[in-house]
């Protein structure tokens, strides 16, 4: 049982910095857990617990059913992969493969067996002779990656494995790291800060930001029901706009104004939009959610005027502006949008996102728990 547990863990550095505030998360057995979060939010000090490679401060972390807060990095039965790969210089792909199983006295037959079944994998065969100097950065890669299958570990620890490729090769490495969890059916608790390497890579995503874990869940249900203004914004890509108004009752009727627009308020959030009158709710709409064309009854609609057009190919990238209001749609290229366009853009009502603008908490996603 390869389950990863923290339990009410903390992470303090000397000189006060909290990098890690009382996490919990269970990390299940044989899943794809993606750490993602923006830079310095305690991604790597998670992963480096779990490895032992950083003493827990506080609460408890266990791997199966075993409490490994003072147990050996050695003896805890995973295998990390750097950023960096950490490849020995001097030695052949052979002999880094095969290094750590030697200092840990495994029987000759038996490290064979394991670096050719590694190299079988990876693809890695015709290069075991040659140094690391002798490899382009995607081999270096794979070797590091191979390194750490040799171990057979009952978890895989990676941290930004695939920030030193290009984007093509990051992209076939993405696959690859795919291919092998699903081939060695064991735990990855994998690190990025790239939210679309999350997106397309996890079984479960665990979205982090300043040391507080703020969302964990299957990436469709991040992206369609993210529990505060921070998970929505950073999932998705092109970001979320995000629109700032003012919500207001009066005669019965609830309604959300900005000096540039008027929204309607759909029945499911009435009471809570209601409820915070005369102060801010934050509008969530994604960029792939308005359209152009004409409103059907209950969309809400935008009017901006274009101010940029990128074309994506299929698709363009519109910026528009409404007064102060910037916004982003993404949108078929066919409609061959021109800057000075006025657009007039819908979205339907039930993609509308709400935010309490004080504590960042989604609306919608409440009533969805309340449900
Ligand atoms: N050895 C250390 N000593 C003091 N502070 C550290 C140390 N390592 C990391 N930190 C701090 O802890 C926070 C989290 O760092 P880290 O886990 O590396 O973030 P991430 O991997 O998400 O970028 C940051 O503020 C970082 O500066
Ligand atoms: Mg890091």
């Not at 050695?74 to 095969?98: E, G, I, T």
């Not at 397309?200 to 507080?212: E, P």
Request: net charge negative; hydrophobic share 40%.
């Amino acid at each position: 049982m390869a389950t990863v547990t923290f339990d009410h863990v903390w992470k303090r550095y000397s000189g006060d910095v909290v990098a890690v505030q009382d996490l919990n998360l269970d990390i299940r057995d044989e899943e794809f857990l993606v750490l993602v979060g923006p830079s310095g939010c305690g991604k790597t000090t998670s992963l480096r617990m779990i490895a032992g490679l950083e003493e827990v401060t506080d609460g408890t972390l266990k791997i199966g059913e075993r409490v490994v807060n003072d147990l050996a990095p050695k003896d805890r039965d995973v295998a990390m992969v750097f950023q960096s790969y950490a490849l020995y210089p001097h030695m052949s792909v052979r002999d880094n493969l095969s290094f750590g199983l030697k200092l840990r006295k495994v029987p000759k037959p038996e490290i064979e067996r394991r670096v050719q079944e590694a190299a079988k994998i990876l693809d890695l065969g015709a290069l075991l002779d040659r140094k690391p100097k002798q490899l382009s950065g995607g081999q270096r890669q794979r070797v590091a990656l191979g390194r750490a299958i040799v171990r057979e570990p009952a978890v895989f620890l990676m941290d930004e494995p695939l920030s030193n490729l290009d984007a093509k090769l990051r992209a076939q490495t993405r696959a690859q790291i795919l291919r092998l969890h699903q081939r060695l059916a064991t735990t990855f608790v994998y690190v990025t800060h790239d939210q679309i390497e999350a997106m397309t890579m996890g079984s479960r995503i665990a979205v982090m930001s300043a040391g507080l874990l703020q969302q964990v869940g299957p990436p469709q249900e991040l992206y369609d029901h993210p529990i505060n203004k921070f998970v929505a914004g950073f999932i998705g890509s092109p970001a979320m706009n995000f629109i700032e108004m003012t919500a207001s009752r009066s005669d019965g009727k609830v309604q959300l104004t900005s000096q540039d627009f008027t929204f309607p308020v759909p029945d499911r959030l009435r009471e809570s939009v209601a409820a915070l009158s005369g102060n801010t709710v934050t509008v969530g709409i994604r960029p792939e959610h308005l359209e152009l064309g004409e409103a059907k009854p209950g969309d809400a609609t935008l009017r901006a005027t274009t101010d940029v057009v990128e074309y994506l190919g299929d698709e363009e990238q519109i910026h528009l502006r409404a007064g102060e209001t910037e916004i982003i749609a993404l949108v078929n290229s066919s409609a061959r949008v021109r800057p000075g366009d006025v657009l007039e853009l819908r979205v339907p009502i039930d993609r509308v996102h709400m935010f309490d603008d004080q504590s960042g908490l989604s609306l919608t996603s409440r009533e969805l728990a309340a449900a």
